[in-house]
C-alpha cells in the first residue's frame, strides 16, 4: 500500500473569520481559539494581520507556543516603493512568525480598478514581495486573491502573478473570493494552473461560501491535485462565509477516497474534540450553535420520525453515515406526539434508564401527547423530556422547592436623566428543611437591564444551598418565545437554551399565559436537569 499523500491544513478563523458580521476577537479570546485549533491538529494558525490594528499586533506580541505554524498575514508591497522600505509589510515581518501569507490582486479589473495601477507593476509588488519574504528565512503563501474570476477574465495574466509568486517561492492559495466559482470549474481550472508547472504539492485553495459550495469546491480542488485547504472553524467569514474546516476534517478523516489517499495533521483520535471545539468557539462569540449544522449540530443525529427511530435501535448505520461519538456528537431521539414506543424506549435507554417497567410507556407517551396539546414541544426541549419521563417512573429527585417568587420591573430615570428599565426578582426556596430568601437584579456592569427573566436566573442561583456550586457554570445562551395561540386567551411557549464549562447543552420548555411563569419553568427545568447530570444527591 502506498503512502498517503499530506493534505495541510490552514486555519484563518483568527483573522478571516474576523471578517464575519458582528464578530470581533479580544487577543484573550484569540489566543484561546489558537491554543484550541492546535489541539485539534490544523497545520498552519493565521492569527491576523499585524499593524491593521490593536488587537492583531497584541495577540502577536502574546502568541501561544503552539505546534501548529503560526503565521501572519498582509498584503503585497505598494507600487512606487521597495518592499524593504514599505512600512504595512515591515509590520507584518515583525510579527516574527514563521510563516507570512500575502494577499495579491490576480484579476485584471481589479488590477486597473481597485490598485489604479498597471499589470506590470502588479506582477513586480507580488514578485518582489516574495523575493523580501523568503530572503527573511520566512515560509510564504500567496493569496491570490479573485484568481478564478481573473482566470476567466484573463487567464495568462492571471497565471502570470502566481507564477511570479511561486518562481519567488511561494505556496501558491487559488481564492475564489467572492464565492461563485463552482466545484466543477474549479477542478478544470486547478488542472490548468497544475499543467502550467505549478506543482499540487506547491496548491491550495481558499473557497467563500456564497453558493453554500465552499466545502465542495475545496475537495474539487484536492481532487484536481491541490494539497492545501483554508478555511475557517464553524465556517465563519464575510458575507457567508468561508469553506468550513468542521465539515471538511471529519470528511477527509473518514470519507473515502480521501480517508486512504491523504493524511492531514488532525489525527483520528482527536476528532472527538470537534464538536465541543466547535460550540465553545460559538460560546466565545456569543453565538446561538447552529442545530443543523454537518457533524457537530445537536441535530446532526437527531431521528424524530417513528420508523427511522426503530430502526435505529436495530443498527444506528441505518439513518447515520457515521457514529456521532467519532466527533464528539450524540444521537437524540427527539420526543413528541409522533413518538412511538421504540423511540421512547431508546430514548431512555440512553438516558441510563434501561430496566424499567414497560407498563410505563405508554404512560409516559400519553403525558407526553397531552402537554403538547396544552402546547409544550418536547422535540427540542429534550433536557424537560429527559425531566417528564423520570418524574413518571418515580425517578427524579426533589432536590429544591420553590415556595415563591416575584418580578417586578421599574421604568425610571437613572442620574443622567434617561430612562432605564430595572427588573428585580425575589425567590424563595426550601432545600431539606431550609428555607432560603434570595434577591437579585437584572443590571449588568454596563448598567443595562437584562430582562425580568436574567434577574430570575440569578436570584435562583445565587443560593441553592448544597447545590449552588454544582450549577456555579452554568448559563443560558438562548431564549426563544412563542405564542401558540391567539387572542385573549394566547398561550407562550419559552424554549431555553442552556451550557455549561463541560461543553453539555441542553434545551427546556415552559408554558403559561404568563411570559414570566412560562420562563420560570424552563428555567427550573434546566437546573434539575444539571444536577441529575452532575449527580446530585437530595439533602
Same mark, same amino acid.
Given at each position: 500500500?502506498?503512502?498517503r *499523500? ?7 478563523t ?14 484573550? %479570546? ?36 503552539t505546534?501548529a ?20 509589510l $515591515? ?11 500575502l494577499?495579491?490582486k ?19 509588488n507580488i ?12 515560509? $510564504? ?8 474570476d481573473?482566470y ?9 502573478c ?16 467572492n ?5 466543477a470549474e474549479?477542478?478544470?481550472i ?6 502550467s508547472g ?35 472553524l #464553524?465556517?465563519?467569514?464575510? =458575507? ?14 473518514l ?5 486512504? =489517499? ?7 483520535? #482527536?476528532l472527538?474534540?470537534l464538536?465541543?471545539?466547535?460550540r ?8 446561538v450553535? #447552529?442545530k ?5 449540530g ?6 424524530k ?5 426503530? $430502526? ?12 456521532p461519538?467519532v466527533v ?15 423511540n421512547?424506549?431508546? =430514548? ?7 430496566d424499567?417497567?414497560? #407498563?410505563?410507556?405508554?404512560r409516559?407517551?400519553?403525558?407526553i ?16 423530556? %429527559? ?6 417512573l418515580g ?5 429544591f ?7 417586578t420591573? %421599574?421604568?425610571?430615570?437613572?442620574k ?7 427588573? *428585580?426578582?425575589?425567590v424563595?426556596?426550601?432545600?431539606? =428543611? ?12 454596563t448598567g ?8 430570575l ?20 445562551v ?37 411570559i414570566?411563569?412560562?420562563?420560570? %419553568? ?13 449527580g446530585?444527591?437530595?439533602?
Amino acid at each position: 500500500m502506498s503512502p498517503r *499523500e499530506h493534505l495541510t491544513l490552514f486555519d484563518t478563523t483568527l483573522r478571516d473569520g474576523q471578517q464575519t458580521q458582528g464578530v470581533q476577537f479580544s487577543t484573550p %479570546e484569540k489566543i484561546e481559539i489558537a491554543k484550541m485549533l492546535d489541539q485539534l491538529g490544523v497545520d498552519y494558525i493565521e492569527g491576523g494581520w499585524p499593524g491593521a490594528n490593536p488587537t492583531d499586533s497584541e495577540f502577536f506580541s502574546n502568541a501561544p507556543k503552539t505546534s501548529a505554524t503560526m503565521t501572519a498575514f498582509g498584503m503585497t508591497k505598494r507600487a512606487g516603493r521597495s518592499a524593504e522600505n514599505d512600512d504595512v509589510l $515591515a509590520a507584518v515581518l515583525n510579527a516574527n512568525t514563521p510563516a507570512v501569507c500575502l494577499v495579491g490582486k490576480t484579476h485584471d479589473f481589479h488590477v486597473k480598478t481597485a490598485l489604479g495601477i498597471t499589470l506590470d507593476e502588479n506582477l513586480e509588488n507580488i514578485e518582489k514581495s516574495f523575493q523580501h519574504i523568503v530572503s527573511q528565512s520566512r515560509e $510564504a503563501l500567496f493569496d491570490a486573491e479573485h484568481f478564478f474570476d481573473g482566470y476567466k477574465s484573463n487567464p495568462d495574466y492571471a497565471l502570470s502573478c502566481i507564477h511570479a509568486a511561486f518562481d519567488a517561492g511561494a505556496l501558491v492559495v487559488l481564492c475564489d473570493t467572492n464565492g461563485g466559482t463552482l466545484p466543477a470549474e474549479i477542478t478544470e481550472i486547478v488542472g490548468k494552473v497544475i499543467a502550467s508547472g505549478i506543482p499540487g504539492d506547491r496548491l491550495g485553495i481558499h473557497t467563500h461560501n456564497d453558493t453554500d459550495n465552499a466545502v465542495a469546491g475545496s475537495l474539487a480542488a484536492v481532487d484536481a491535485g491541490a494539497r492545501h485547504i483554508q478555511g475557517t472553524l #464553524n465556517g465563519l467569514g464575510e =458575507r457567508c462565509g468561508n469553506a468550513n474546516l468542521t465539515s471538511l476534517i471529519p470528511t477527509l478523516l473518514l470519507k473515502e477516497p480521501y480517508k486512504s =489517499r491523504y493524511a492531514i495533521g488532525v489525527k483520528a483520535e #482527536n476528532l472527538h474534540l470537534l464538536t465541543l471545539a466547535s460550540r465553545k468557539l460559538d460560546d466565545i462569540l456569543n453565538r446561538v450553535p #447552529n442545530k443543523h449544522a454537518p457533524y457537530v449540530g445537536a441535530s446532526a443525529f437527531a431521528h424524530k420520525a417513528g420508523l427511522h427511530a426503530s $430502526a435505529i435501535l436495530k443498527d444506528p448505520t441505518t439513518y447515520e453515515h457515521i457514529d456521532p461519538a467519532v466527533v464528539g456528537n450524540s444521537r437524540i431521539i427527539p420526543m413528541s406526539n409522533q413518538a412511538g414506543q421504540s423511540n421512547l424506549r431508546k =430514548r431512555l435507554a440512553e438516558m441510563g434508564l434501561k430496566d424499567i417497567d414497560t #407498563n410505563a410507556l405508554p404512560r409516559i407517551l400519553d403525558v407526553i401527547k397531552q402537554r403538547e396539546d396544552d402546547g409544550y414541544s418536547y422535540d427540542t426541549a429534550q433536557a424537560s423530556f %429527559e425531566l417528564l419521563a423520570r418524574r413518571e417512573l418515580g425517578l427524579l429527585p426533589k432536590f429544591f422547592e420553590v415556595k415563591r417568587y416575584k418580578v417586578t420591573v %421599574e421604568r425610571r430615570k437613572n442620574k443622567y436623566d434617561k430612562m432605564i428599565s430595572l427588573s *428585580e426578582a425575589v425567590v424563595v426556596v426550601k432545600v431539606g =428543611r431550609d428555607k432560603m430568601l434570595s434577591v437579585s437584579e437584572s443590571m449588568d456592569e454596563t448598567g443595562s437591564d437584562r430582562g425580568p427573566v436574567n434577574a430570575l436566573s440569578k436570584a435562583l442561583a445565587k443560593d441553592l444551598g448544597p447545590y449552588s456550586a454544582m450549577i456555579d457554570d452554568m448559563r443560558l445562551v438562548d431564549f426563544k418565545v412563542r405564542i401558540t395561540q391567539g387572542g385573549t386567551e394566547a398561550v407562550t411557549r419559552v424554549i431555553i437554551d442552556s451550557a455549561d464549562s463541560k461543553g453539555r447543552r441542553w434545551s427546556t420548555v415552559g408554558v403559561s399565559p404568563n411570559i414570566v411563569d412560562a420562563s420560570f %419553568e424552563a428555567l427550573l427545568d434546566a437546573i434539575n436537569w444539571k444536577l441529575v447530570q452532575e449527580g446530585a444527591h437530595v439533602s
